[in-house]
């Protein structure tokens, strides 16, 4: 079962930054003006950048299992969708373990080996991001960076430190995925793990194989190349419906022209996506929120018309998709909790939820 310390941490993080969120970025009379003079029509249009996001991460996904499943008997892309639902509604990111689970289903791969493309997915999602940030600051996209700078200890030097720098940790661990092999990796990681008892170490590296499988399609340059050429259309799309959604609020008046504000759009983007990391709830709610609207206010939006923005912008990514997830599993006759029950989220022995994945291989295939 899911940690019942894990799902309350979640809700009370996701409480802290929700409330801080409301204090700061949603003063009642003034978000009330905000929200009478916004165009919300304007989210309908932005929805289509955002299906066309998950469309291209269904193709670098597709890239990703090839040595796996050779070419796929159904599309991905319902497989995505369900995945975002997932997450969209489940604590923890278990959406991850339940897309892996289900295209185990449909195409007969390894969820364990399918789970560990996922997380490559992840790192070169990261990549994307702290190059977008460290491209903003770098780039002369109108005065952004003081507008931060100003604000922060260590001004500008600690900034471009912040944003680079993590920038160079990710890429080093790109860089260690392509050039270590699987054997190399297995014995790195038996030697960090001296500590643990013989046989947990044993279904550990176990599972490290199985995982290490879904890293093989990376470990060349122009395989590297090709899945970061296909990282890069997610990103530019969802900068661009987030862009489209904030045509519709009072945002541009605070940058100084159509470049600048893009630039701001897309270190809101970033910033927002990777405090996703933070514990919370499903869906990113509370981490989201509060980092996505203190960026845009530290580059000199007004707090209710951030807020009120992030907000829209956050309802917009996460309701679409989770309805059209919920259809897709109706459509393919499959329930959620069937998917959950077979990766044995329960499993008794205490195993964790992507060692579940690995034991539960034979019923999958």
Known sequence: MISQRSVWAGLVVSAAFLTVFALLFLPIDDVKEVVREANFWYVAPSLI????????????????????????????????????????????RLGEVVRSYYVGLRERVNPAAAFGTVAVERVFDVFVLFFVIAAVWVLPVGDLLEKVADDLPGGTPALLALSVLPFIGVTAIIAMIVVLDTSTTIRLVERLMFFVPTGIKARLLGLAERLLEGLTVVRTPRALGLVLLLSL????????????????????SAFGGQVEMIAAIGLFMAIANLALVVPSTAGGVGPFNFFGAATLVALGVGEAEAGAYVLTAHIALLLPVTL??????LTDHVSLKTLLSKTKLADDDGLSVAEATTTSTDSAT
């Open 49 to 92: 950048f955002y299906f066309i996001a998950v469309y291209f991460r269904s193709l670098r996904w597709r890239y990703l299992l090839k040595p796996l499943i050779g070419r796929p008997k159904r599309s991905l892309f319902p497989v995505v969708v369900v995945g975002y639902m997932a997450n969209n509604i489940l604590p923890v």
């Open 233 to 252: 259309p997610i990103w530019a799309a969802e900068v661009s419906m987030l862009y489209v959604i904030a045509l519709g609020f009072d945002i541009e």
């Open 324 to 329: 059209l997830g919920l259809v897709v599993l």
